[in-house]
Nanobody, 131 residues
């Protein structure tokens, strides 16, 4: 049974930092596209960062580029989202998502071309509030 569990959300002031974690169980993250999505009330779900676990290559949405980093620890089966210089516009529920991605899909992952419906596994979300 595949399960993703996020943690690390919370409330911070503008300019602060948070690190979100996503622990995967039921499979190993050796060749997956892992994504972090967020959704604020009344807004569409937005993919903010993806990482291709086979080589660590990553994609960032323009809204977070230069402020967020994504990383993975295959030994711990965990993906992280380091968020710096947070603003109130970053306030949202953050979700971790995963899709198995053979090597020929790596370019699509690092290019940000996966859509939310392409991800087959989702976590329950963790709330980030910036004031």
């Amino acid at each position: 049974h595949v399960q993703l569990v996020e943690s690390g959300g919370g409330s911070v002031q503008t300019g602060g930092s948070l690190t979100l974690s996503c622990v995967a169980s039921g499979y190993t993250l050796s060749r997956y596209c892992m994504g972090w999505y967020r959704q604020a009330p009344g807004k569409e779900r937005e993919g903010v960062a993806y990482i291709y676990t086979a080589d660590g290559s990553a994609y960032f949405a323009d809204s977070v580029k230069g402020r967020f980093t994504i990383s993975h620890d295959n030994a711990e089966n965990t993906v992280y989202l380091q968020m710096n210089s947070l603003t109130p516009e970053d306030t949202a529920m953050y979700y971790c998502a995963a899709v198995s991605a053979p090597s020929q899909w790596g370019a699509a992952c690092r290019g940000g071309r996966f859509r939310s419906q392409d991800f087959g596994f989702w976590g329950q979300g963790t709330q980030v509030t910036v004031s």
